[in-house]
């Protein structure tokens, strides 16, 4: 596969190819990277400067699912294009560090390597042939089979025949030329300049031959085994190999289904927390009184995305609209049936606590909702406070 890598374990094993009903052979998107850098060749972006992209969206691998691991699963990632310089490498491992700490998640590791660039490339090639080799029986099958092809493949092979001889084998970091050292030695000095602990592991790889120089990956322990969390590095080759100019970049992907698995093992994914007005209309009466109320508390939340606003439209009894307000996760109701109209007031609901009082006499919609969007302001913590910016 162009851009991925013939002898990577994606195009080998994993992916999905069949021959369509027009007889035509159509192969599902097994990864976002090169993906992300088509569009962005088909659209001409980069003529305006360098780019910093994110991606969302389901991908798909013909192989034995396992934890955390799905034929079908789902990925968000960055992309930083047109950066040559060490400090989008950092940028790129710091966005992915700041989204795993504000998730809290336990145990988490920063690995870091180099694996050089097409430069670089033939010597170590050359050196772990001399290493391989000579034990080219004891190699599991797939090792077997990669050593002639792509070599530096074997190092991210998972056999357990294979791990002594992959742990006595030479490292990157030993044969890295001048301009790639500088590079990762800028790397790992602007991670300690920004407090981002991390480990250099010599044996580091990625699944895709595109990467060059730094690549990294983010690991917990949460999970056991399968403890990568999210993963990335740098990619300066692989745009000019799909028909654009040559241009520097670097990215992290992570699974969304590995990540979401990880926070459940950690015991971190609690009920999710109540947000929003409910506004429950007791009769016709009611549902016309309430229904500017709701689009004037609109108005005046808007931009403000903790105050989402369910207006239901169905008639039912008040028991069956709370339902409908639970269902939606609302944090507050205003009520109004035929007392309330004649009053010209509402009754506002703390969903949670259960209690309620009644606001008003109001001249028009728009005060009502000030005066709902003050009361609902109440009811949140201190450092989510919104009534002052209304």
């Known amino acids: ?170 490292t990157f970091l030993e044969l890295l030329s001048k301009g790639s050292r500088a590079h990762f030695d800028r790397v790992c000095e602007l991670l300690t300049a920004i407090n981002i602990g991390y480990t250099i592991d010599p044996r580091l790889v990625r699944g895709f031959d595109y990467y060059t120089r730094t690549v990294f990956q983010f690991d917990s322990d949460a999970l056991g085994a399968q403890s990568t969390v999210c993963g990335g590095g740098r990619y300066d080759g692989l745009i000019h190999s799909l028909g654009g100019p040559p241009t520097a970049a670097v990215g992290f992907g992570l699974g969304l289904e590995r990540f979401l698995m990880t926070l459940d093992k950690a015991g971190l994914t609690g009920a999710a927390e109540r947000e929003g007005i409910a506004l429950i209309a007791l009769g016709e009466r009611a549902q016309k009184y309430l229904f500017p109320v709701a689009a004037a508390l609109r108005s005046v939340a808007e931009g403000n995305s903790n105050v989402p606003i369910f207006a239901d439209y169905a008639e039912g009894k008040i028991a069956a609209q709370f339902k409908r307000a639970d269902r939606v996760m609302a944090r507050a109701a205003v009520i109004a049936g035929d007392d309330e109209v004649a009053a010209g007031t509402v009754v506002v609901r703390d969903l949670v606590a259960r209690t309620q009082a009644t606001v008003g006499p109001f001249v028009g919609p728009q005060p009502a909702a000030h005066e709902i969007v003050k009361w609902y302001g109440t009811l949140l913590p201190a450092g989510d406070r919104i009534s002052e910016a209304m």
């Open 1 to 170: 596969m162009r851009g991925v890598g013939e002898t990577t374990d994606i195009v080998e094993k994993e992916m999905y190819t069949f021959v369509d009903k027009g007889g035509r052979s159509m192969t599902l998107r097994p990864e976002w990277t090169a993906p992300v850098v088509r569009a962005v060749l088909e659209h001409n972006l980069l003529a305006g400067g360098p780019q910093r992209l994110y991606y969302i969206g389901p991908f798909f691998r013909y192989e034995r699912p396992q934890a955390g691991r799905y034929r079908q699963a789902n990925q968000f990632g960055v992309e930083c294009l047109g950066f040559a310089g060490p400090e989008a490498d950092v940028e790129v491992m710091q966005l992915a560090h700041e989204l795993l700490k504000s998730f809290r998640i336990p145990g988490v590791v920063l690995n870091v390597n180099s694996i050089g660039d097409d430069n670089d490339r033939p010597a170590y090639r050359e050196a772990l042939l001399t290493h391989f080799r000579p034990h080219r029986d004891a190699l599991s099958e797939d090792s077997a089979r990669r050593l002639e092809r792509n070599p530096m493949r074997i190092l991210d092979s998972k056999a357990p025949q294979d791990r002594e001889l992959i742990a006595s084998a030479p």
